[in-house]
């Protein structure tokens, strides 16, 4: 989709920063369990997983941290120690990590489904990766995960109604 074509339109697009859609932002205040271990948000445990195979001590600072946002800096400032193969394994562990925020949050799932088939967008201007990008070319792969875990919930919901609609017959 050319972000440029429907920016704002909120008919069909699901953007973070735009009303009710906050949810689906790593920065948004719903606390996360992965791997057995509870973060403040999802910003939280995806910054202290670039450092699980290198520098634990240093994972468990960044879950500490105070906010998101200082989550991110630290994470940062210590850029030098994060996992040699973190870019190989960032999605993977950024879908893990939303997968499991969506599990233990109600309203997150809730406001998933209300999307519908709307286009879901990281609106970071600073991002071009993870968001749209200043340009709104970006890559957008968080929206792409959220998106895909929908497409599995509508796709879980349907079945579920095929099964009890057979169940029933």
Not at 66 to 83: C, G, I, T, V, Y
Not at 119 to 145: A, C, H, P, T
Request: proline fraction near 3%.
């Amino acid at each position: 989709m050319n972000m440029t074509d429907n920016t704002h339109n909120k008919s069909t697009m699901a953007g973070f920063f735009l009303d009710g859609w906050y949810v689906f932002d790593n920065f948004a205040p719903c606390q996360v369990e992965w791997r057995g271990v509870l973060y403040p948000t999802s910003e939280h445990a995806y910054q202290a997983a670039h450092f699980f195979d290198t520098n634990p001590a240093r994972a468990e600072q960044v879950r500490l941290c105070r906010s998101p946002r200082l989550a991110s800096d630290f994470a940062n400032q210590h850029k030098a120690e994060e996992d040699p193969n973190w870019d190989d394994k960032k999605v993977a562990i950024m879908e893990e990590i939303v997968r499991c925020k969506l599990a233990q949050q109600d309203l997150v799932r809730e406001t998933l489904i209300a999307s519908g088939d709307r286009y879901i967008v990281e609106m970071n201007d600073d991002d071009s990766f993870w968001g749209w990008g200043s340009d709104r070319q970006g890559r957008n792969e968080l929206g792409k995960i959220w998106m895909r875990l929908r497409d599995e919930l509508q796709n879980a919901s349907e079945n579920n109604t095929m099964n009890g609609d057979e169940q029933n017959s």
